[in-house]
C-alpha cells in the first residue's frame, strides 16, 4: 500500500473556478509535506513546503492546509487558469533520512 | 543561478543495451537523487548518492547503478535495458543539511523498443 494517497486521481474544471486536491499520507516519523506541480514530460516544481507545526501555505493562488495530526493536506487553486493544468503531486518526507515518499498525482483539467 | 539540468532530454534505446543519464545539481547542492516515473504514475526511488557514496536505495535491482563525482554530478546506469524500463527518469538535488527541499531537473525520457 502506497504511503502517500491522493484523491480525486484526476477532474476536469471550468477555467475561474476553484478545486481542491486531497493527500492522505502514512510515513512515519514526519518532516515535511510538499505539493508539487508537474507539467507533461517535466520536472516537479515546488509549490509549498510545510512542517509539522504549519497548518497552512500559500504561494499565490495556491494554498496548501495540513493537519498532522490526521495526516491530511489540501492543496486549494483559486480561481484556475488553463495554465494550472498538470498534475499536482503530494510528497512526504521522513524525518532523518529525508526519504521522500510520493502521490500518484492528481490530474487536473481546466477547460475554457 | 542554474537549477537542475539533465541530459539527454530524450533517448531511444533497444532492449538489452545499456544507457547512462547524466545530472548536474543545482549550485550548493551535493545530495542527488533518481527516480524513475512510469506514466500516469508518481515518481519511484532508485536511489541517493552523497559525498560519492550510495546512501540509500529503493526497491529496484542491480542492472540499475549509478555513480556521483567530486563536482557533485551523478549518472545513472541501467544495463540489460527491458521494455519496462521506459519512463521519464528525474533527478533532484538538495542539501544533506538544512531545509532538505529537493529541486528537480526537467528529465530524461527514455524509450525501450
Known amino acids: 500500500k502506497n504511503q502517500v494517497e491522493q484523491s480525486p486521481q484526476s477532474l476536469i474544471i471550468l477555467e475561474g473556478k476553484n478545486c481542491t486536491l486531497q493527500?492522505?499520507?502514512?510515513?512515519?516519523?514526519?518532516?515535511?509535506l510538499r505539493w508539487y506541480k508537474q507539467d507533461t514530460g517535466r520536472g516537479p516544481v515546488s509549490l509549498t513546503i510545510?512542517?509539522?507545526?504549519?497548518n497552512t501555505k500559500s504561494n499565490g493562488r495556491y494554498t496548501a492546509t495540513l493537519d498532522a495530526d490526521t495526516k491530511q493536506s489540501s492543496l486549494h487553486i483559486t480561481a484556475s487558469q488553463l495554465s494550472d493544468s498538470a498534475s499536482y503531486i503530494c510528497?512526504?518526507?521522513?524525518?532523518?533520512?529525508?526519504?521522500?515518499?510520493f502521490g500518484k498525482g492528481n490530474q487536473v483539467v481546466v477547460i475554457p | 543561478d542554474a537549477g537542475v539540468t539533465q541530459s539527454p532530454t530524450h533517448l531511444i534505446k533497444t532492449r538489452g543495451q545499456q544507457v547512462t543519464l547524466r545530472c548536474s545539481p543545482k549550485?550548493?547542492?551535493?545530495?542527488v537523487s533518481w527516480y524513475q516515473q512510469a506514466l500516469g504514475q508518481g515518481p519511484q526511488f532508485i536511489f541517493q548518492?552523497?559525498?560519492?557514496?550510495?546512501?540509500q536505495r529503493g526497491n529496484f535491482p542491480d542492472r540499475f547503478s549509478g555513480h556521483q563525482f567530486p563536482n557533485y554530478s551523478s549518472e545513472l546506469n541501467v544495463n540489460a535495458l527491458l521494455l519496462g524500463d521506459s519512463a521519464l527518469y528525474l533527478c533532484?538535488?538538495?542539501?544533506?543539511?538544512?531545509?532538505?527541499?529537493?529541486?528537480f531537473g526537467q528529465g530524461t525520457r527514455l524509450t525501450v523498443v
Open positions: 493527500c492522505n499520507y502514512t510515513v512515519s516519523p514526519f518532516s515535511n
Open positions: 549550485s550548493g547542492h551535493d545530495t
Open positions: 533532484a538535488s538538495s542539501l544533506v543539511q538544512g531545509d532538505y527541499e529537493a529541486f
Open positions: 510545510m512542517t509539522f507545526s504549519e
Open positions: 548518492y552523497y559525498e560519492e557514496e550510495e546512501r
Open positions: 510528497v512526504v518526507s521522513t524525518y532523518g533520512n529525508n526519504r521522500l515518499a
